[in-house]
Structure formats: C-alpha cells, structure tokens
T-cell receptor, first 113, second 109 residues
Framework: KAGVTQTPRYLIKTRGQQVTLSCSPI?????VSWYQQTPGQGLQFLFE???????NKGNFPGRFSGRQFSNSRSEMNVSTLELGDSALYLC????????????FGPGTRLLVL | GQSLEQPSEVTAVEGAIVQINCTYQ??????LSWYQQHDGGAPTFLSY????GLEETGRFSSFLSRSDSYGYLLLQELQMKDSASYFC??????????FGTGTRLLVSP
C-alpha cells in the first residue's frame, strides 16, 4: 500500500497570508490527524477527522482549521500566518478505532517570514 | 493534562545497548507507544505496550510499568542508522497522541 502523502513538502509564506496543506491517507484509512512539530514545543496535536467529522481538537487558536473529504483526504488551513507558525506539519492516518497505530506522512515544512 | 518526560539526549557506541526512559502523567491511560524519527523524516511506529511487561520486536524492546507510570525503550546491537529521535506517546482517545519531549540518540563508531 502507498503511504501517507502530503503536499506541498516545503512552503514559504509571509506574515498575514494564509496557507492550505493537503494530506492523502493510506487507502482504507478513515482517520486523519494533524500535528505541529517545532523545536520548542515538540509534537503537538492539532485535530483529527474521521468520516468528514472533526472528532478531536487540540489547543490551537481558531486560525487553524481543517476538513476532510469523502475520499478521506484532508486539508488543514492556517489563516493570518504568524512567525510562530513556522513548523513541520505532519499528518497521520489510521483505520480509525481508538489506540491504533498511526502512520505519519513526510510532513510539510512551513516557513513564515 | 498529560505530560511525558524523556531525557533530551543519549549517546552510545555501535554494538552497545541503550535504554530510553519515559515517565508520564496522564488521565485515562490506555498504553504507551514509541516512535522513531530521523532528521527531516516522519515519525515511524516502533512499539505499543497496553499491559505491563516487556514487548520485543527484533533489536527493539519496550517495557511498561503502569503502577510506576514509567516505560522504556531498549535498543540492542546499536547501529549507526539508529541515530534518530525517539518519542514516547500516549493515545488519549480519537487518534490523539500526546508525545513526550523526545530523546535524541547519537550512535558513534
């Protein structure tokens, strides 16, 4: 099976802009989770979608949003970018039942100038 | 809230054995996972302990003690390719993983 794919892999934006990142899960997986990884804060959970519904949300401001499509592909959006949003954004997929292993994509590295 | 503490860095030589510890404070504990992440790469799943005791997968083993809120990852016969960051993590329902602070393992010849 093909792994989790994320596009784009690298992105440079300026403060105030918005950005949309995409994630395609492993075929058959219905759950997609998003994480932010920074040197200072480590790996932090953003949100999780299952069958187009957000089931869980981390402690991030409303500028961070996401959605999932009927084919399980997911997008996350960050509006009004801040310098502190520079990070590696990872998505992970799993079949969707609790406690299952999550499979991570290669991530999108976002740099905000 | 949840918190998982790990040593920031561990160094070892090829062929040696190294143990990476993880102490946690969580509510609704289901089990402890371990992930490996090479620089610039994605976290990859290594192991999951739902019950107390040792789980062995090749050169890697993971241990959990729920009564002590403690676990560790044991890497044997270290190889240069094992140089990476290692994270413990706990699932907290609906695919949310709370990750530890991460341990950078440096393996030298």
């Amino acid at each position: 099976k093909a792994g989790v794919t994320q596009t784009p892999r690298y992105l440079i934006k300026t403060r105030g802009q918005q950005v949309t990142l995409s994630c395609s899960p492993i075929s058959g997986h219905r759950s997609v989770s998003w994480y932010q990884q920074t040197p200072g804060q480590g790996l932090q959970f953003l949100f999780e979608y299952f069958s187009e519904t957000q089931r869980n949300k981390g402690n991030f401001p409303g500028r961070f949003s996401g959605r999932q499509f009927s084919n399980s592909r997911s997008e996350m959006n960050v509006s009004t970018l801040e310098l502190g949003d520079s990070a590696l954004y990872l998505c992970a997929s799993s079949p969707g039942t609790p406690k299952e292993t999550q499979y991570f994509g290669p991530g999108t590295r976002l740099l905000v100038l | 809230g949840q918190s998982l503490e790990q040593p920031s860095e561990v160094t070892a030589v090829e062929g040696a054995i190294v143990q990476i510890n993880c102490t946690y404070q969580t509510s609704g504990f289901y089990g402890l996972s371990w992930y490996q992440q090479h620089d610039g790469g994605a976290p990859t799943f290594l192991s999951y302990n739902a019950l107390d005791g040792l789980e062995e997968t090749g050169r890697f083993s993971s241990f959990l003690s729920r009564s002590d809120s403690y676990g560790y990852l044991l890497l044997q016969e270290l190889q240069m390719k094992d140089s990476a960051s290692y994270f413990c993590a706990v699932p907290t329902g609906f695919q949310k993983l709370v990750f530890g602070t991460g341990t950078r393992l440096l393996v030298s010849p």
